[in-house]
């Protein structure tokens, strides 16, 4: 993987990443400050956290082994604002749950701070209104069923809680993708396509790997599209990537899929019913690896996770960190093959990303021209332009 591009840092004041810390963090902590009634040590250590992140420098809790494993102690005395960007929002991550107890032990351990937000999703009338769609959907055929599922998991990821902290774009219809490698994915995720490494094929069966991202309104999406995928003979198993705990707000842990799986049920749709089955039986399986919230990029990846996407014959990556650990966090020229920044990826895999945040890959000179001819560098971060990106 060619590794000539800037690391993308937090430093310069006009940037995106330093808006980031400087605006989205204080939202996000006074929103979970508001949110659940946490008692003076949590909220003092929240605000220490706030303090620390914008006046003062990264302290490495000692006896928090996880900045030993991913590298991060590196990171401790330096000012926050002078790491790299994926570095500085894991570390804030990382410190922002030990703040309200999450690690415990204690009465707060283990409660979600972000739960609050990602249930309430749940129950929202464009939810609602998501669901409802799946009745016609059914009546429609197979391939226009799969092809509105792969685009309902991909705009999905619109959804993204951290995201509207800041954002002022509001629901914007979807906009033409900006790379779209559908054409060649379609025949991937239906088993048509001549497979050139035969990858799994055998007594097995074809198996599916999903990285997730947020909960609530894009992971019912995922969900519907694993349904079908299983239920119509594409995959014989699916496996599902989830965060082992809360991370940047509405990134999807086991216990918010067990919420979208059992909201599928209540709403009494046969997708919620074969999830729950699917679940039961072994055909969709959960993991959590502890490197889903390291600050590093896949390329990183620990060998044991490396072997779980290999033996997958096709990986589907959700969401724009996903897209930023996979392809590196780079300021990559947009035009630098997104084939060639995912050589290293152990399998074939495919990126579902809306935009927003500065990297990208695999544009054409056409329309990274076009696109900053008309939107100058606001394309790259408003969650309005959406890709869809396959290495086989
Ligand atoms: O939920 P997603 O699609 O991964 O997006 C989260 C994105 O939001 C941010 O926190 C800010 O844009 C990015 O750092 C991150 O990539």
Same mark, same amino acid.
């Given at each position: 993987?060619?590794?000539? !591009?800037?690391?993308?840092?937090?430093?310069?004041?006009?940037?995106?990443?330093?808006?980031?810390?400087?605006?989205?963090?204080?939202?996000?902590?006074?929103?979970?400050?508001?949110?659940?009634?946490?008692?003076?040590?949590?909220?003092?250590?929240?605000?220490?956290?706030?303090? *620390?992140?914008?006046?003062?420098?990264?302290?490495?809790?000692?006896?928090?082994?996880?900045?030993?494993?991913?590298?991060?102690?590196? +990171?401790?005395?330096?000012?926050?604002?002078?790491?790299?960007?994926?570095?500085? *929002?894991?570390?804030?991550?990382?410190?922002?749950?030990?703040?309200?107890? +999450?690690?415990?032990?204690?009465?707060?351990?283990?409660?979600?701070?972000?739960?609050?937000?990602?249930?309430?999703?749940?129950?929202?009338?464009?939810?609602?209104?998501?669901?409802?769609?799946?009745?016609?959907?059914?009546?429609?055929?197979?391939?226009?069923?799969?092809?509105?599922?792969?685009?309902?998991?991909?705009?999905?990821?619109?959804?993204?809680?951290?995201?509207?902290?800041?954002?002022?774009?509001?629901?914007?219809?979807?906009?033409?993708?900006?790379?779209?490698?559908?054409?060649?994915?379609?025949?991937?995720?239906?088993?048509?396509? %001549?497979?050139?490494?035969?990858?799994? $094929?055998? %007594?097995?069966?074809?198996?599916?790997?999903?990285?997730?991202?947020?909960?609530?309104?894009?992971?019912?999406?995922?969900?519907?599209?694993?349904?079908?995928?299983?239920?119509?003979?594409?995959?014989?198993?699916?496996?599902?990537?989830?965060?082992? +705990?809360?991370?940047?707000?509405?990134?999807?842990?086991?216990?918010?899929?067990?919420?979208?799986?059992?909201?599928?049920?209540?709403?009494?749709?046969?997708?919620?019913?074969?999830?729950?089955?699917?679940?039961?039986?072994?055909?969709?399986?959960?993991?959590?690896?502890?490197?889903?919230?390291?600050?590093?990029?896949?390329?990183?990846?620990?060998?044991?996770?490396?072997?779980?996407?290999?033996?997958?014959?096709?990986?589907?990556?959700? #969401?724009?960190?996903?897209?930023?650990?996979?392809?590196?966090?780079?300021?990559?020229?947009?035009?630098?093959?997104? $084939?060639?920044?995912?050589? +290293?990826?152990?399998?074939?895999? !495919?990126?579902?990303? =809306?935009?927003?945040?500065?990297?990208?890959? #695999?544009? =054409?000179?056409?329309? *990274?021209?076009?696109?900053?001819?008309?939107?100058?560098?606001?394309?790259?971060?408003?969650?309005?332009?959406?890709?869809?990106?396959?290495?086989?």
């Amino acid at each position: 993987m060619p590794d000539t !591009a800037p690391v993308i840092d937090c430093a310069d004041p006009a940037s995106f990443p330093h808006s980031v810390l400087a605006e989205r963090h204080p939202a996000l902590v006074r929103k979970v400050q508001d949110a659940t009634p946490y008692g003076p040590e949590q909220r003092r250590a929240l605000d220490a956290l706030l303090h *620390e992140t914008l006046h003062g420098t990264v302290e490495a809790p000692a006896d928090d082994a996880w900045w030993d494993t991913w590298n991060a102690r590196r +990171y401790a005395g330096r000012s926050w604002f002078s790491l790299p960007f994926l570095a500085a *929002e894991s570390c804030f991550y990382r410190q922002l749950l030990r703040a309200v107890g +999450y690690f415990g032990p204690g009465p707060w351990q283990g409660v979600d701070p972000f739960r609050p937000f990602k249930l309430a999703e749940l129950d929202t009338p464009e939810a609602a209104a998501e669901l409802a769609a799946l009745g016609p959907l059914s009546e429609q055929p197979l391939p226009d069923q799969l092809s509105a599922l792969l685009h309902g998991s991909l705009w999905g990821n619109r959804a993204d809680l951290g995201f509207r902290l800041q954002s002022t774009e509001g629901t914007a219809v979807d906009s033409p993708l900006v790379v779209d490698d559908s054409d060649a994915l379609l025949p991937l995720l239906t088993g048509t396509a %001549p497979d050139p490494h035969a990858r799994g $094929t055998g %007594p097995a069966g074809r198996t599916l790997c999903l990285v997730a991202d947020n909960a609530g309104r894009e992971l019912i999406p995922d969900l519907l599209l694993v349904d079908h995928l299983l239920t119509h003979g594409h995959f014989d198993r699916a496996l599902l990537h989830l965060k082992p +705990y809360p991370y940047f707000v509405s990134d999807a842990t086991t216990a918010d899929t067990l919420d979208a799986v059992r909201h599928l049920v209540a709403a009494k749709t046969d997708a919620g019913h074969r999830l729950h089955s699917a679940l039961s039986e072994g055909r969709l399986t959960l993991r959590a690896h502890p490197f889903s919230c390291a600050p590093l990029p896949y390329a990183d990846m620990p060998a044991d996770l490396r072997a779980d996407f290999a033996s997958a014959d096709l990986t589907l990556m959700k #969401g724009d960190l996903n897209y930023r650990r996979l392809v590196g966090d780079r300021l990559w020229h947009p035009t630098t093959p997104f $084939t060639e920044v995912t050589s +290293y990826f152990p399998g074939p895999v !495919a990126a579902l990303r =809306t935009l927003k945040s500065d990297v990208v890959t #695999g544009l =054409t000179p056409e329309t *990274e021209t076009t696109l900053t001819t008309t939107e100058g560098r606001r394309w790259r971060t408003s969650g309005t332009r959406a890709v869809i990106q396959l290495r086989t």
